[in-house]
């Protein structure tokens, strides 16, 4: 799975749960302050990704402390290279 087509994964999460433009969507926006998502909305993009991904987040700190679109993509890059089983919820 190449960054490409991680960010596209993780931005279908936002366009899908919040009604994101995918225009809006780029590495440098911060999650809460720039995408406006509250602390429930965290949950749900957490939930989402999980599901989306097929692996478990809640205790993982990366998770809890990534602060814009680029933290997350980072993430998920790391874990795809962790767990190349990541990369068949693709095909």
Same mark, same amino acid.
């Given at each position: 799975?190449?960054?490409? /087509?991680?960010?596209?994964?993780?931005?279908?999460?936002?366009?899908e749960?919040? /009604?994101?433009?995918?225009?809006?969507?780029?590495?440098?926006?911060?999650?809460?302050?720039?995408?406006? &998502?509250?602390? &429930?909305?965290?949950?749900?993009?957490?939930?989402?990704?999980?599901?989306?991904?097929?692996i478990? &987040?809640?205790?993982?700190? /990366?998770?809890?402390?990534?602060?814009?679109?680029?933290d997350?993509?980072? &993430?998920?890059?790391?874990?795809?290279?962790?767990?190349?089983?990541?990369? /068949?919820?693709?095909?």
């Amino acid at each position: 799975m190449d960054r490409n /087509e991680i960010v596209k994964a993780v931005n279908s999460i936002f366009i899908e749960r919040f /009604e994101l433009e995918e225009s809006e969507l780029t590495p440098e926006k911060n999650i809460i302050e720039d995408l406006q &998502l509250d602390s &429930l909305d965290i949950v749900d993009m957490i939930v989402g990704l999980q599901q989306k991904f097929g692996i478990v &987040l809640r205790d993982n700190p /990366e998770i809890r402390n990534a602060r814009t679109l680029g933290d997350v993509y980072d &993430l998920f890059e790391k874990l795809a290279n962790e767990h190349p089983e990541i990369a /068949e919820h693709f095909k």
